[in-house]
């Protein structure tokens, strides 16, 4: 079968082999070998992908995004909101500036929490990392449940109305917009744009990605090295493995407090199911690093109460761990 990186195993195995004279069965060398086989391979995906991706977001902006949702009630509105969470290339650093705006724009609370969910952690990079890396079913198991959580978690949010934990000054500009006292911005002009002023826009946006989390990406890639290479599988099936009940649970609440983007989180995963830890365990880690990064909750102190919060952070917190149940069961038989 044709291997698309295959040169770029064959250059690690001459950098680890042939330059340093290190056998790539050893600890050391099998460490350095994914490290050197990893950053090319992933960080040639996260450029072939942003680029793609950039393009395709030249024809759906933020702020139509943001019409879209206006005016969305109850489940549909949920459903909506988790579809485009999926589809839409944002990721946390604007998926946050965007359920701000969301809200001050009138779109009711859990719709704006499904789609706050939704967005960084059914990432489109992140969709086709995972199909790079761990496969097609893979990937759509952890699609349908992200998605599937994030409708949950906002329809949940939004029934029990905790709109009196939003900050005061987001709900009086709500109430300022829906009353028409305040005027929202006209989006049905929308100016026509070229394709090579779509390109050039994904070149910029293919640039600016890859300077912002190249070293997230080699750093992540370097732990999942020393663990590919020095971690004892045994130690890892004991108490990561699928006879250890509390191991999703373990994961997820270590994966909480943590911030990586997904790209730099992959390649850890990627490591860790190398050395059997169940794929659902290792997910629930990537979805709790992604969905719940601390950055996020500081700029979402902003405009929640801690009440909020702290609710927000415990429904998407069980959900990923209800999440990483099933897709271990899943996947077992």
Same mark, same amino acid.
């Given at each position: 079968m044709f291997d698309p990186?295959? $040169?770029?195993?064959w250059l690690a195995t001459q950098i680890v082999s042939g330059l340093m004279g290190i056998s790539v069965k050893s600890p050391l060398g099998s460490s350095l070998h994914f490290f050197f086989y990893d950053v090319p391979k992933v960080l040639t995906l996260l450029a072939v992908i942003s680029f793609v991706i950039g393009t395709l977001q030249s024809f759906m902006s933020p702020e139509k995004v943001r019409h879209f949702l206006e005016g969305k009630r109850t489940f549909a509105g949920n459903i909506m909101a988790a579809m485009l969470g999926a589809i839409t290339p944002f990721c946390s650093c604007? @998926? &946050?500036p965007l359920f701000i705006g969301f809200l001050r724009a009138g779109v $009711?609370? %859990? &719709?704006?929490?499904?789609?706050?969910?939704? @967005? $960084?952690m059914v990432d489109a990079v992140a969709i086709f990392l995972l199909w790079s890396l761990f %496969?097609?079913? @893979?990937?759509?198991?952890? &699609? %349908?449940f992200g998605v599937s959580l994030a409708i949950l978690a906002g329809f949940i949010i939004g029934n029990f109305k905790l709109e009196k934990w939003v900050e005061p000054s987001i709900i009086k500009m709500q109430q300022l917009c829906q009353t028409g006292e305040v005027e929202t911005e006209d989006e049905s002009f929308s100016p026509v744009i070229s394709w090579k002023e779509r390109i050039s826009e994904a070149q910029f946006q293919t640039t600016e990605i890859l300077k912002s989390v190249w070293l997230y990406v080699v750093i992540g890639i370097a732990i999942g090295a020393g663990i590919h290479g020095y971690a004892p599988t045994e130690l890892i099936t004991q108490w990561a493995g699928r006879d250890n009940s509390f191991a999703v649970l373990i994961a997820t609440l270590i994966g909480v407090p943590l911030y990586t983007n997904v790209a730099g989180v992959l390649p850890i995963a990627e490591a860790l199911v190398n050395k059997g830890m169940p794929l659902g365990t290792v997910l629930s880690f990537t979805m709790a690093v992604t969905a719940l990064s601390l950055p996020q909750m500081i700029i979402l102190k902003r405009v929640l109460l801690p009440q909020l919060l702290f609710i927000f952070i415990g429904l998407t917190t069980v959900g990923i761990i209800t999440v990483g149940y099933i897709f271990n069961t899943l996947l077992l038989y």
């Open positions: 990186f295959y $040169p770029f195993d604007s @998926a &946050v $009711p609370l %859990g &719709v704006t929490f499904s789609y706050l969910i939704s @967005a $960084p %496969g097609l079913q @893979a990937t759509l198991i952890y &699609v %349908g």
